[in-house]
């Protein structure tokens, strides 16, 4: 079988991603993403329609697409032996199967037993697919690491890194799927969990089952989203000069960047494992309000810290690129994204979390006034900052490698541009303030905007020559 191009692979992930995100409003008059009779005994908080939807129309789409670019701008593609033959394999091939192959049986993935579970098991092969891109990934970057000079073999050594962590957080998601669906079997599976949550719980029972597993789905998705989005900080870095034309203060911002990022991420490993597979439980720091409900968990406060590190890398970003920062849309769109997350998740996040009193965040209060608002911020703030940004960053590093110019990088840039700003904007105000719907319109006025430049992107990347990326 002759090996895709990197071109193709792009336009084949994007597609695919825009056009299983553009039949959302069907799917949910279908089978509605938010509604909890789907929901498994063993994970009842989890809105396992909604989860699995996205995880084949965004997720895989973006972890394969990253695993290409990472192949395009790190020079892993052309690596000689068996590291370089299993990136071909895995990525190349394993990621025009899985993409669909996730996406198709998301649609249909409304719970483990329809379908005859050919769904959820279609679904399953293209994650395990998934984990055999991130071990190839892993052995490639470390082939890579004192092949050159220290401080590409440093960064070689953050990004093999950042993907190991990707793999963890995987497992920790495959234990909680086969608990879900298969329940506490084989046997020590449940000595396992009474063993571990007896401590305390004090008992073992269906309760202390589902507590277990709903720990491991939080570990698992707290730890690989922002880890995923630091890899997606250095490789933006990279796209734009970062390794070869970088000096000063850019160059000196950027290496403490990444050093704080993979101190925090190293301590966010270890925090999620021991919480999510043990019974470690998160303390809140800063506490106050009745019986020291608000309060910072101290793992937001860790996942923060990356988000400082990414900060520094993109400051030198900022000014590394300053002549042409307003000038440019599309590198625009791309700081402005950035932000936007920032403004998504700590800011908002962290106010939450001082307000649990009101919110009732994380079940605390589950009765509070504001615990629709905090539901609604909820959803909002993973699908829109840990979701759709960071793929939108990933379709702008994708646009620049190919050399995107001129009217369509314009276009493109604004529809970006104005895309977040109108997404942002109205999520907040619905989260927040109003839940209303027509609020709702107008996030999902702002997607459509994103989505539409994504197309001219694909049209572009069809139509201008292949280059050795």
């Not at 394993?94 to 649609?107: D, F, N, R």
């Not at 789905?217 to 900080?233: C, E, F």
């Not at 988000?307 to 791309?334: E, M």
């Not at 609020?439 to 702002?446: L, M």
Request: glycine letters at 10%.
């Amino acid at each position: 079988m002759k090996v895709p191009s990197c071109k193709f692979m792009l336009i084949w992930t994007f597609s695919w991603a825009v056009a299983l995100t553009a039949i959302i409003p069907v799917i949910n008059y279908v089978t509605p993403l938010l509604n909890p009779s789907y929901n498994n005994v063993y994970t009842p908080d989890v809105f396992w329609r909604l989860v699995l939807y996205w995880h084949g129309a965004i997720f895989i789409p973006l972890i394969t697409s990253l695993a290409v670019l990472m192949c395009s701008i790190f020079g892993l593609y052309d690596i000689k032996g068996w590291p370089g033959a299993l990136i071909r394999d895995s990525v190349f091939i394993g990621g025009v199967v899985a993409v669909p192959l996730a996406g198709i049986a998301g649609i249909f993935d409304v719970y483990d037993r329809f379908a005859f579970g050919l769904p959820l098991w279609s679904q399953i092969a293209a994650f395990l697919i998934g984990d055999e891109m991130a071990v190839a990934l892993i052995v490639a970057f470390l082939s890579k690491v004192g092949k050159s000079n220290r401080l590409n073999s440093a960064v070689s050594a953050f990004m093999g890194f950042a993907v190991f962590l990707t793999l963890i957080s995987a497992f920790m998601g495959h234990i909680a799927g086969w608990i879900t669906w298969f329940g506490p079997w084989p046997s020590f599976a449940s000595s396992y969990i009474n063993q571990t949550m007896y401590p305390v719980l004090g008992f073992y029972n269906t309760t202390s089952v589902a507590t277990f597993t709903e720990n491991v789905v939080t570990s698992h998705s707290h730890l690989m989203l922002p880890v995923i989005m630091a890899g997606i900080v250095v490789m933006v870095a990279a796209v734009y000069g970062f390794g070869s034309s970088w000096k000063g203060i850019e160059k000196r911002l950027t290496v403490a960047g990444i050093a704080i990022m993979a101190l925090a991420m190293l301590t966010a490993a270890v925090i999620y494992i021991i919480s999510g597979v043990g019974n470690y439980v998160i303390p809140t720091l800063f506490s106050s309000g009745p019986n020291g409900v608000n309060g910072l968990a101290m793992d937001d406060l860790i996942t923060g810290i990356i988000g400082l590190g990414a900060l520094f890398v993109f400051a030198a970003l900022v000014i590394n690129r300053r002549k042409n920062l307003v000038s440019d849309p599309l590198f625009l769109s791309l700081i402005v994204g950035w932000l936007l997350i920032y403004l998504t998740i700590p800011v908002t996040g962290y106010w939450i979390e001082f307000h649990e009193a009101f919110y009732g965040a994380a079940g605390a209060l589950p009765g509070a006034a504001g615990a629709l608002f905090d539901a609604a911020y909820t959803r909002f703030h993973q699908d829109f900052a840990f979701f759709l940004l960071p793929s939108l960053v990933t379709a702008i590093m994708a646009f620049e490698i190919y050399g995107i110019s001129g009217r369509n990088r314009t276009i493109v840039g604004y529809l970006f541009l104005s895309g977040e700003i109108i997404a942002f904007v109205f999520g907040e105000l619905y989260s927040l303030i109003f839940l209303s719907l027509p609020f709702i319109v107008g996030a999902a006025f702002g997607l459509a905007l994103i989505m539409a430049g994504v197309v001219i992107g694909i049209i572009y990347l069809h139509n201008v020559r292949e280059n050795n990326t």
